[in-house]
């Protein structure tokens, strides 16, 4: 009786391709520096959303007081609104572009991209 299915012992002799590839994955260097990166973003994250929620709480009580938006304020919110977007797309794994201050430039407030 002849069985297709390999035995624990088979593997063993045979070795385990995907356990060479989990053993190369945790001794790669590359690997632990983009667990380091992601810490610093994650804690960049959490910083920005403060600051942004500082800008949004500023341009409320600009309008409130003025009845205008406040053009800078704007332009700022739209900077941040970019940064965030930036390093989520580096947290989910989307782009390995490092955000802004481990890579790139800090995104323009431009409001022509809206």
């Avoid at 994650?42 to 942004?52: E, F, R, S």
């Amino acid at each position: 009786m002849s069985n297709d299915n390999p035995t624990a012992d088979d593997v063993l002799e045979r070795g385990n391709p995907t356990g060479n590839a989990i053993e190369q994955n945790l001794k790669s260097r590359a690997t632990w520096l983009r667990l380091a990166f992601m810490l610093v973003s994650a804690v960049l994250l959490c910083v920005t959303t403060l600051v942004g929620s500082l800008v949004v709480v500023m341009g409320f009580v600009w309008l409130l007081f003025t009845g205008e938006v406040n053009r800078q304020l704007q332009q700022v919110g739209q900077s941040i609104a970019a940064y965030v977007y930036e390093i989520i797309r580096y947290l989910t794994f989307n782009t390995d572009q490092k955000p802004f201050p481990m890579g790139g430039d800090w995104p323009a407030g431009d409001s022509d991209s809206q």
